[in-house]
């Protein structure tokens, strides 16, 4: 007997657990109205200068290593903020890497996670990646998964340059991500 009662215990209380999870599932499912939520940010991306936050880091030898030549590898540290304004507060940054994937040039791989550091966010990243037809202006790439807040993310978000200063060489691009109902 006295092996069997902490397991019949421990089963209630498993079963138990089990029901009340279930139910707290099943009432955050229903109450939710949308099954999407959408966020808007803006990445800053100054490609030369002393405050370039986009630099080549590896390429093919003997190539000239661009966004138009295939095996060129960039790493991107770009800050987010909320607005297009470069001056606008800062909610986070773009941390990641952007590979030319074709042999044309036309496509690059990107690897992004946002990390955020703003009050509602802070602590949590949301993971971004994909193939970017970067001559098109709309780019769409997948949300693959996120942290803290954005535990298991899933959905989309889209790329648009909204601005180019060629002699800054200032980019300013917005992301607008799309999540599927149960992710924040
Ligand atoms: C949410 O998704 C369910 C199942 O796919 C669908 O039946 C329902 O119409 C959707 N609700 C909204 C508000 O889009
Ligand atoms: C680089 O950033 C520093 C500090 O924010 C600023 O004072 C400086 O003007 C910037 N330089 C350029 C070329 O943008
Ligand atoms: C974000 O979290 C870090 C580490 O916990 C903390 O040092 C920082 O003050 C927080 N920032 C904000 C804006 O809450």
């Known amino acids: 007997m006295a092996p069997i009662k902490p397991f019949s215990i421990t089963t209630s209380l498993l ?3 089990f029901i009340i999870t279930t139910m707290t599932v099943i009432s955050q499912t229903s109450s939710k109205q949308s099954n999407q939520s959408t966020l808007v940010f803006y990445l800053h991306d100054v490609a030369n200068g002393p405050n370039a936050t986009v630099a080549q880091i590896i390429g093919i030898n003997g190539k000239v290593w661009s966004y138009h030549t295939w095996g060129t590898l960039f790493m991107v540290d770009d800050p987010i903020t909320l607005t297009p304004d470069q001056y606008a507060v800062q909610v986070g940054r773009a941390q990641g890497t952007i590979s030319v994937a074709s042999l044309d040039g036309s496509n690059v791989i990107i690897v992004l996670s946002l990390v955020f550091n703003n009050v509602q966010y802070n602590g949590s990243t ?15 790439l997948t949300v693959v998964s996120g942290t803290g807040r954005f535990r298991f993310a899933k959905g989309y978000v889209v790329f648009e340059t909204v601005s180019y200063e060629p002699t800054t060489t200032r980019a300013v691009i917005r992301l607008t991500v799309t999540l599927s109902q149960n992710n924040i």
């Open 15 to 17: 079963m138990m657990i």
């Open 126 to 140: 949301l993971e971004i990646q994909g193939a970017s037809r970067q001559r098109e202006n709309y780019r769409e």
